[in-house]
C-alpha cells in the first residue's frame, strides 16, 4: 500500500525567497512520485514526476524535487518565489503497475507575500 | 499537450435530482479514466478507475448505485450522481491516465441544494 504525508498545510513565504514544500511517502513497490499544484476552482496541472533514473527532476515554472529513497521524500524546491506561486500544492505516489492509481497528500497552501 | 475537459464545470441542482458530468480526452484516446472528488481544502480522493468498455471499479466506500460511471468511449466518461443530496456537494475531478502518470480535467463543483 502506497500513503503520503505533506508537513505542513499551509506555507508562507516572501517573494524571491526559497519555497520548500515537504513530502514523504511510504510504498511497498519502487513508487512514481508526482507534485500537482491546483489554482482555485481548477483541476491539478502537472508540476514535475519522478518515474526513474536521476533523483533530481526539473519541472515547470522553476520548480524542481529530489527522490530521496533513504528518507523516504520527494520536497518541492523552488530558489525565488513569485507572486504568481500561491497555490495548493499536492504530492502524490503511485505504484508501478498498470493502473496508475494516485494517492493523494492532504495538500499545502502556499502563501507568497510582497 | 493533452487536454482533458469536463462539463459542466459548475451546477446547481435540488436534493432528489440526478446530474451528469462529462469528462472527455480532447486530442487523444484514454481507455482508462478516474474520478476523484474533492471536498472544500481538503485533498482528491479516488472515487472509481473507468475503463472503456467494461464496469467500473469503485473504492471502498464510494456507492456504485449513487455514483453511476459509463465510459462508452475512448475519448468519453460519464459519472451520474443519482439522487443527489446536499452532502454530495462537492468538486468533482476526472483524469485521464496516459503512460506514466494522468492529465486532469478543470473539475466540475457540484452544489446540492
Known amino acids: 500500500a502506497q500513503s503520503v504525508t505533506q508537513l505542513g498545510s499551509h506555507v508562507s513565504v516572501s517573494e524571491g525567497a526559497l519555497v520548500l514544500l515537504r513530502c514523504n511517502y511510504s510504498s511497498s513497490v519502487p513508487p512514481y512520485l508526482f507534485w500537482y499544484v491546483q489554482y482555485p476552482n481548477q483541476g491539478l496541472q502537472l508540476l514535475l514526476k519522478y518515474t526513474t533514473g536521476a533523483t533530481l527532476v526539473k519541472g515547470i515554472n522553476g520548480f524542481e524535487a529530489e527522490f530521496k529513497k533513504s528518507e523516504t521524500s520527494f520536497h518541492l524546491t523552488k530558489p525565488s518565489a513569485h507572486m504568481s506561486d500561491a497555490a495548493e500544492y499536492f504530492c502524490a505516489v503511485s505504484a508501478t503497475g498498470a493502473t496508475n492509481k494516485l494517492i493523494f497528500g492532504t495538500g499545502t497552501l502556499l502563501a507568497v507575500q510582497p | 499537450g493533452a487536454v482533458v475537459s469536463q462539463h459542466p464545470s459548475w451546477v446547481i441542482c435540488k436534493s432528489g435530482t440526478s446530474v451528469k458530468i462529462e469528462c472527455r480526452s480532447l486530442d487523444f484516446q484514454a481507455t482508462t479514466m478516474f474520478w476523484y472528488r474533492q471536498f472544500p481544502k481538503q485533498s482528491l480522493m479516488l472515487m472509481a478507475t473507468?475503463?472503456?468498455?467494461?464496469?467500473?471499479?469503485?473504492e471502498q466506500g464510494v456507492e456504485k448505485d449513487k455514483f453511476l460511471i459509463n465510459h462508452a468511449s475512448l475519448t468519453l466518461s460519464t459519472l451520474t450522481v443519482t439522487s443527489a443530496h446536499p452532502e454530495d456537494s462537492s468538486f468533482y475531478i476526472c483524469?485521464?491516465?496516459?503512460?506514466?502518470?494522468?492529465?486532469f480535467g478543470p473539475g466540475t463543483r457540484l452544489t446540492v441544494l
Open positions: 473507468s475503463n472503456e468498455g467494461s464496469k467500473a471499479t469503485y
Open positions: 483524469s485521464a491516465k496516459i503512460p506514466g502518470g494522468q492529465f
